[in-house]
């Protein structure tokens, strides 16, 4: 597991890094068990990156998205862990924000600091 996090962490594509370690990792009951623990951390520079990286980690079964955008515009916020939660209530996942506590009480989300 821990190549697995550093091969993904280490990559310029760290999505499709991931998405390709878990089509091979996948072998066993163990080993899905283990990938459903992983939480994937959002990575983006817009809104629009932010979210189709979000659906795309959903799309391949991710069960926790935590939403982390450094120096993001309030508002561009607000709107990508509306859309975040709406996607996680989707997939049934959970969904939370990391640093932001006033926005996750708004928003009923759970926080990350």
């Given at each position: ?45 817009t809104r629009a990156e932010q979210e189709v990286n979000i659906r ?52 009923m989300l759970t926080v990350s600091i």
């Amino acid at each position: 597991m821990a190549a697995l996090l550093g091969a993904v962490w280490e990559s310029e594509d760290p999505l499709g890094v991931f998405m390709k370690c878990r089509e091979n990792y996948f072998i066993s009951k163990k080993n899905r068990a283990t990938m459903e623990k992983l939480q994937y951390i959002s990575q983006g520079k817009t809104r629009a990156e932010q979210e189709v990286n979000i659906r795309k980690a959903l799309d391949h079964g991710i069960n926790w998205v935590q939403i982390r955008w450094k120096n993001a515009p309030e508002k561009e916020l607000i709107s990508l862990c509306e859309t975040s939660k709406s996607l996680c209530s989707e997939y049934q996942s959970v969904c939370i924000i990391n640093d932001h506590a006033e926005l996750a009480k708004i928003l009923m989300l759970t926080v990350s600091i």
